[in-house]
């Protein structure tokens, strides 16, 4: 049960929200499947979609996130011990039949959404009521990703969501790099002062909070949450490009290390673009970091 206190401010002080559950499961589902991409940032594809297999079945939602990883969505008004094997049960039957997935990615969002599903990490999201000590144990034993997330009514007007455990399988720390003597850089050289930032960025980002987890494409490494907080291009001969989900408005930005790209084309997700050149650049940038990571 979350420890979270809602209360609603008035003139005479303060008044408890109290939190509850919803009345039934299809209520908890409609609301996400209607903003998930708010929510969890993921792009709605199918609602109970059935699946063609000997035993059958309907997943809850399906849908791809922001990195082009296919995502189950299954559904528990309160506390159910089964929601995690019926997710796993679901994701092997995604694993087998990629085809049928990227089908419908194709039918729904186009050509291009298809052609860059990163089909090797399938997400599973269970959202409901509450989940045991268990539950969370059980998902770090497994070589998936799953993400357990607690929903809470407060009131008609509030909704929450809280990540109580989240797990990447296919993901593997960054190689660590071997800071060397006097501050020379591994190899001697430009680049190897890019990889040693980039090894200082990937600390600072994982270290901004629980339940941070990576997922690496070809052209950028992402750092989410529930959703996308941060994506990391690979280091260039000078500087190192991070794209932020920080709103560009709400910054001063300062040329040469912070620009709003907004509708500009550009790897990984975020608005606000931010160039790294030496630590120092990073200790600048720890506040916009943690704007993100608490935004995502």
Request: hydrophobic share 40%; proline share 3%; charged share 25%.
């Amino acid at each position: 049960m979350s420890g979270l206190k809602l209360f609603h401010k008035t003139n005479s002080g303060v008044i408890e929200v109290t939190p509850c559950l919803a009345e039934v499961e299809a209520d908890v589902q409609d609301l996400v499947e209607a903003h998930m991409e708010t929510m969890l940032g993921v792009t709605f594809l199918a609602s109970e979609y059935v699946i063609d297999c000997v035993d059958g079945g309907r997943i809850d939602s399906l849908g791809l996130d922001e990195n082009g990883s296919p995502v189950i969505v299954e559904y528990k008004r309160g506390t159910d011990a089964g929601v995690i094997n019926q997710g796993l049960y679901y994701m092997a039957w995604l694993t087998n039949h990629k085809d049928a997935f990227r089908n419908l990615v194709r039918d729904r969002l186009g050509v291009t959404a298809a052609s860059q599903i990163l089909c090797s990490a399938p997400r599973l999201i269970c959202v409901a009521g509450d989940f045991t000590r268990y539950d969370a144990h059980a998902v770090r034993e497994h070589r998936r990703s799953i993400d357990l997330v607690r929903y809470r009514y407060f009131g008609s007007d509030h909704f929450g969501l809280e990540t109580v455990a989240s797990v990447t399988g296919h993901s593997s720390p960054a190689k660590r790099v071997r800071r060397c003597a006097a501050g020379a850089s591994p190899r001697g050289d430009q680049s190897g002062a890019m990889a040693e930032l980039a090894q200082a960025v990937d600390e600072v980002l994982v270290g901004l909070g629980d339940g941070v987890t990576r997922v690496q494409r070809k052209q950028y490494r992402a750092y989410r949450r529930l959703r996308n907080f941060a994506s990391v291009c690979p280091p260039q001969q000078t500087k190192l490009l991070i794209y932020l989900k920080a709103d560009p408005k709400e910054v001063d930005l300062v040329p040469g290390f912070t620009r709003d790209v907004t509708g500009l084309g550009h790897h990984g997700t975020g608005d606000l673009e931010v160039q790294l050149r030496t630590e120092r650049d990073l200790e600048r940038a720890s506040d916009l970091l943690r704007l993100s990571y608490a935004a995502a």
